[in-house]
Nanobody, 118 residues
Framework: QVQLVESGGGLVQAGGSLRLSCAASGSIFRFNYMGWYRQAPGKQRELVATITSGGITNYADSVKGRFTISRDNAKNTVYLQMNSLKPEDTAVYYC????????????WGQGTLVTVSS
């Protein structure tokens, strides 16, 4: 069973940067789509960024130009580099994986909290 473990969250001032990591168990990671989602208090979970097995990326309009998603298949890890953080980026960030590597079942990590102070 594939497991996803996020890390890298924390408290940062507005304008600062953080890099989130999501480590996946199993060598089948490379065949899967990977995504970062976030959920702010009282709000629905929303897509932040995705990256396909071939490296094609997609971003929510609210993070374009500030966040960068990348993956290292050799390390079974996906990253989210977050720059120019804003208080509205405060949320729990979740890693997601879907594809043949997980039997076309969605797998979620436990989440990591990002807090941006003004």
């Amino acid at each position: 069973q594939v497991q996803l473990v996020e890390s890298g969250g924390g408290l940062v001032q507005a304008g600062g940067s953080l890099r989130l990591s999501c480590a996946a168990s199993g060598s089948i990671f490379r065949f899967n789509y990977m995504g970062w989602y976030r959920q702010a208090p009282g709000k629905q979970r929303e897509l932040v960024a995705t990256i396909t097995s071939g490296g094609i990326t997609n971003y929510a309009d609210s993070v374009k130009g500030r966040f960068t998603i990348s993956r290292d298949n050799a390390k079974n890890t996906v990253y989210l580099q977050m720059n120019s953080l804003k208080p509205e980026d405060t949320a729990v960030y979740y890693c997601n994986s879907y594809g043949p590597g997980t039997g076309y079942l969605e797998v979620w990590g436990q989440g990591t909290l990002v807090t941006v102070s003004s």
